[in-house]
């Protein structure tokens, strides 16, 4: 049988060390990494790695697609599934940053606190985005706002880059997200109030809500904090909580908790590749898929 042989592709000067770690872990026999790719390099390095190989084997040679920027890796997975041509299509995993399994993982957790401890869905549920502008950040606001949630981006240094991204994902997926300058203590927290949900995506070691600011958002029932560094995102929310309670009442969601099902989860897409019997193309919306019956 032939070698599974995965590409990496980044647009940056390394490739991920934890993205090789991990699939090698979930079964690829080799591991090449391809650095400081652009959007023109993909369908050439693509072919070349389809056409290396008999159609039998095909399916066993993927690309994955790393980097910083979930609008690029889009466009990379778009570029690359151009360049496919029956029988020889490969399989192509798009993670920048580990933002799309990352993100399902936050959604995944939130939803299923949301159903289990509120009896609520995210359908029409009122929910923040904090770090916004970030991948993790972009990633979730989409996969909610695709499960019907009324998604609002905040931006920390004003809404000119928030309601450029609020427009990019309309003009991508189709679903409308809202935006809000949250530029000041003040603003930030009468964004807050007003929600149901927040999803903290910020900087490591970047605090964004003290407990007392939480204490005041009555109306939230669910917050998740990815920032594993300390200061947390969320002042008395631990990394390992999944429903702790919080002062004014919300239900907390800390970075181990949701890091567990991020694991499980780009390890299960990268499996999922590695074992299928046909070409595969996972982005953000595989990886929600899975971590959905992982949580």
């Known amino acids: 049988m032939a070698k599974l042989i995965l590409h990496m592709l980044s647009p940056l000067k390394h490739m991920s060390p934890f993205d090789v770690n991990m699939s090698l872990d979930a079964g690829y026999d080799a591991v090449v990494p391809y650095i400081n790719v ?9 072919q070349d790695a389809m056409f290396s190989r008999s159609p039998r084997d095909a399916v066993r040679t993927a690309v994955f697609i790393g980097g910083k920027d979930a609008i690029l890796a889009l466009d990379m997975i778009d570029k690359a599934k151009e360049a496919l041509l029956k029988p020889f299509e490969i399989s192509i995993f798009a993670d920048p940053a580990g933002s799309f399994t990352t993100a399902a993982a936050m959604v995944a957790c939130v939803e299923k606190t949301l159903k289990d401890k509120k009896k609520r869905s995210l359908k029409d549920t009122r929910v923040i985005i904090f770090g916004a502008t970030g991948v993790v950040g972009f990633s979730s606001g989409v996969i909610a706002a695709l499960e019907g949630a009324k998604v609002t981006l905040a931006g920390h240094d004003g809404p000119a880059r928030v309601e450029k991204g609020a427009a990019e994902i309309k003009k991508r997926f189709g679903v409308d997200v809202d935006f809000v300058d949250a530029s000041t203590e003040e603003k930030k927290l009468a964004a807050l109030v007003k929600s149901e949900v927040a999803l903290c995506a910020g900087r490591a070691g970047v605090q964004i809500f003290s407990a007392e600011e939480i204490k005041k958002a009555t109306n939230l029932l669910v917050s998740a904090d990815v920032n594993a560094v300390p200061p947390y995102g969320i002042e008395g929310l631990d990394l390992q909580d999944n429903g702790k309670e ?22 299960g897409l990268f499996q999922k590749m590695a074992k299928s019997e046909h070409a595969l193309c996972l982005d953000f919306r595989d990886a929600f898929k899975l971590a959905r019956e992982l949580v």
């Open 38 to 46: 652009s959007l023109d390099d993909v369908m050439p390095l693509v």
């Open 246 to 267: 919080l002062p004014g009442g919300s239900l907390g969601i800390g970075a181990l908790a949701i890091g567990d099902i991020k694991y499980k989860t780009e390890s």
